[in-house]
């Protein structure tokens, strides 16, 4: 059994900064890639960003330059730290992992989600 568990959103104001946290733990042989999707009222799940196990990242154009994504790879933790945060960021965000839980079975995983609310 795989978990991610998602912590640090919140209620922010425009301009603020958050950092949100991942823990992934259970049965895991290997984690590939992590990654931070978010999905506003009314609006499909979007990519915001993605790190892969070498340290490779790839950014949501709508966020560049104001995230940034990292991970510990000891500890199986992502993070997501955000500045210069902006009503529009306003969303429940959700941990992705794909995680081999045992040699060559890979799933895909995520977190329950954390609320983040920018104020204006």
């Known amino acids: 059994q795989v978990q991610l568990v998602e912590s640090g959103g919140g209620l922010v104001q425009a301009g603020g900064s958050l950092r949100l946290s991942c823990a992934a733990s259970g049965s895991i042989f290997s984690i590939n890639v992590m990654g931070w999707y978010r999905q506003a009222p009314g609006k499909q799940r979007e990519l915001v960003a993605t790190i892969s196990s070498g340290g490779s990242t790839n950014y949501a154009d709508s966020v560049k330059g104001r995230f940034t994504i990292s991970r510990d790879n000891a500890k199986n933790t992502v993070l997501l730290q955000m500045n210069s945060l902006e009503p529009e960021d306003t969303a429940i965000y959700y941990c992705?992992?794909?995680?081999?839980?045992?040699?060559?079975?890979?799933?895909?995983?995520w977190g329950q989600g954390t609320q983040v609310t920018v104020s204006s």
């Open positions: 992705n992992a794909h995680i081999e839980s045992s040699p060559q079975y890979y799933m895909y995983h």
